[in-house]
């Protein structure tokens, strides 16, 4: 079996790796196989067409590929919370919580996740279009098996970009080599409080494999919970992994971020969470309606979260 992320050297996905490469799924009696897959749209098609049996991703992402969330549901959460931050350039004077930094500016996104910074600036009061605020792809492609972030922290070097809206291991790059400086935590309650529910990283399958092969996603739904339970308990599963896959430099700025995150540790799926989402999906034209809790949540994996 083979499950989806669309970022590898990330704070992000982070669960879903460690459940691979810990054994966690193996423990459940699934042989599952991590498949790097960028943008994220391109993972949930892929989770579509049948090419990978579950994602670990972006929330706000599935109707990309399943059209008003039809044909997808969530299992469980990685962690709770909106988990992109935005840094500028150092050298801009950029302050905490100042969003009119972006003011006739050029922000790195990936493609997706552009949309929660264009929905949160405007909540702030900022028109992208009036006040010449430019959100979109850094400049050249990303190489295979790289992660956006960091990528992007090497456009921001370069000075191809004036800021990075992207997870918190590419703030912890930009912010630690001296390039940039921290602007907006979305997590930590920076920004207008709506953003917190724009999305979260889940757990992810299909409809027909929760139809045909409903204890495989239970077993999968248990090996993340276990996995997400392991790391809140012992940061040190982090290093574990970094020891197989990361640089040691990774791996320590990789733990340095994930600790952290572990007090957003935690499986469940919200009523809030999924309210606050489906609507923000809504307003920014990736849905059309807004649907019950039940349709977007397997709910018989709620028992779950909490055993």
């Known amino acids: 079996m083979k499950i989806a992320i669309a970022d590898l050297v990330s704070n992000s996905y982070f669960p879903a790796t460690a459940a691979v490469e810990l054994g966690y799924f193996k423990a459940e009696g699934l042989d599952m196989t991590l498949e790097h897959i960028f943008p994220v749209g391109a993972m949930y098609k892929a989770l579509r067409d049948g090419r990978v049996d579950f994602v670990a991703g972006s929330a706000i992402g599935i109707p990309i590929a399943f059209p008003d969330f039809e044909g997808a549901k969530m299992l469980s959460a990685m962690t709770q919370g909106c988990y992109w931050a935005l840094v500028m350039r150092s050298e801009l004077g950029a302050k905490r919580g100042d969003l009119v930094a972006v003011k006739g500016r050029r922000i790195g996104a990936a493609p997706l996740v552009e949309?929660?910074?264009k929905r949160l600036i405007r909540e702030a009061g900022i028109d992208a279009d009036r006040d010449k605020v430019e959100i979109g792809p850094i400049p050249g492609p990303i190489p295979p098996g790289a992660s956006f972030g960091v990528t992007a922290v090497k456009a921001l070097q370069a000075g191809t970009i004036d800021g990075?809206?992207?997870?918190?291991?590419?703030a912890e790059v930009a912010v630690r080599s001296g390039t940039g400086t921290l602007v907006l935590d979305v997590r930590r309650g920076d920004g207008p409080k709506a953003a917190f529910h724009y999305t979260m990283p889940v757990l992810v399958t299909t409809e027909k494999l929760l139809a045909e092969r409903p204890d495989v996603a239970r077993r999968a739904t248990r090996a993340m919970v276990a996995t997400v339970r392991a790391i809140k308990a012992d940061i040190g599963k982090v290093a574990e992994v970094g020891r197989?896959?990361?640089?040691?430099?990774e791996t320590e700025k990789l733990t340095a971020v994930i600790s952290r995150d572990l007090p957003y540790y935690d499986p469940r799926l919200g009523e809030d969470f999924v309210r606050d989402m489906n609507r923000f999906a809504c307003d920014v034209g990736l849905s059309r309606t807004m649907r019950g809790y039940q349709e977007l949540v397997a709910t018989e994996m709620a028992p779950l979260w909490t055993a």
């Open 115 to 117: 949309l929660a910074l």
């Open 164 to 170: 990075l809206w992207a997870n918190c291991m590419a």
């Open 244 to 249: 197989r896959l990361f640089t040691a430099d």
